[in-house]
């Protein structure tokens, strides 16, 4: 089986990261073999909390090949992608980021929800 790369944006961040973690948690619990990637050097303020909660951090990914299957998470426009991005097979985007210029040649699931962090005060 081959193994599904979910990662987040270039120059990651917090939740770049744990959510590439996350999902690719969740998809393997259902049974999928996904693998967590990162697209850059994780903050010191990341390597704290992967520290913390004693999780490595993910390996490095440069590159897709062609037909690869990825799942973006925490991002969703080209520019902000592994290089090759336009050849990968995307299956989905968990992302909370305004929808700008995905292009896919299948359907996929795609959610985004705009999720404001303040104590039960949502939209």
Same mark, same amino acid.
């Given at each position: 089986m !081959? =193994? +599904?790369f979910v990662f987040g944006h #270039? @120059? %990651? &961040?917090? &939740?770049? +990261?744990?959510s590439a973690i996350s999902m690719a948690y969740l998809q393997t619990k259902l049974g999928k073999a996904a693998e %967590?990637?990162? $697209?850059? !050097?994780?903050? =010191?303020?990341t390597k704290y909390a992967l520290d913390y909660f004693k999780i490595g951090e /993910?390996? $490095? $990914?440069e590159k897709v090949e062609d037909g690869q299957e990825v799942i973006l998470t925490d991002h969703n426009e080209p520019g902000q992608s592994?290089? @090759? +991005?336009e050849n990968a097979t995307i299956k989905m985007v968990v992302d909370h980021h305004r929808i700008n210029g995905i292009n896919? #040649?299948? /359907?996929? *699931? *795609? *959610?985004a929800e %705009?999720?404001?962090m303040h104590m039960y005060n949502f939209i």
């Open positions: !081959n =193994k +599904i #270039k @120059n %990651p &961040d917090t &939740d770049t +990261i744990a %967590p990637r990162r $697209l850059g !050097n994780v903050s =010191k303020e /993910p390996e $490095l $990914l592994v290089d @090759n +991005i896919t #040649k299948e /359907p996929l *699931y *795609y *959610y %705009p999720v404001r």
